[in-house]
């Protein structure tokens, strides 16, 4: 057998390993997300900060030099505790809120610039008026959490993250088809 073969066994194998460890784990996440909705934002930033710190004060042992890692560390801290006080999920609504609102305002008002990354006019000007106002809405929606209105939001992204899992999963183990 040619070396080539072994390393495409090899990679085949840690492939199709690698595409259920995937599948779990986006399944897992997704799953998590749609019952705890905005908590898992919080969790994440909560995470995210430990890691910081952690990693902070690993590179401080192998450096000693407290210039590199102060930054790092003191952002972490700061990123743990609103993630732990549960406050980062409301500053996440308000900066989706934000842009949200400045999109609709964008198209509504027909102001996009030539250099914008996407085209996010719809041609018609009573068409963009329309998605425009219901932009504004949404954004307004999200930044007073209407009725929960955002946490439902991260619920629904949970949801479809864990059909992608699910589905990476099925496709990886050739249930369903690629």
Sequence with gaps: MSKHVAVSREYESNSKTNGIVEGVLLLVLGLITALTGQGMINLIVLVT??????LGVVAYLDTRVIEVVAVPVIFGAILAVLGYMGLASEIVRYIVGIVVVLVGATILLGTQSK?????????????NAVIGVVLILLGIFAM???????????RVIGVLVAVVGLMKIL???GILSK
């Design 49 to 54: 900060g430990i890691v910081m710190i952690v």
């Design 171 to 173: 496709r990886t183990l």
């Design 115 to 127: 250099n914008f990354a996407i085209n996010i006019s719809f041609g018609d000007r009573v068409i």
């Design 144 to 154: 007073i959490n209407y009725y929960d209105s955002f946490g439902w939001i991260i």
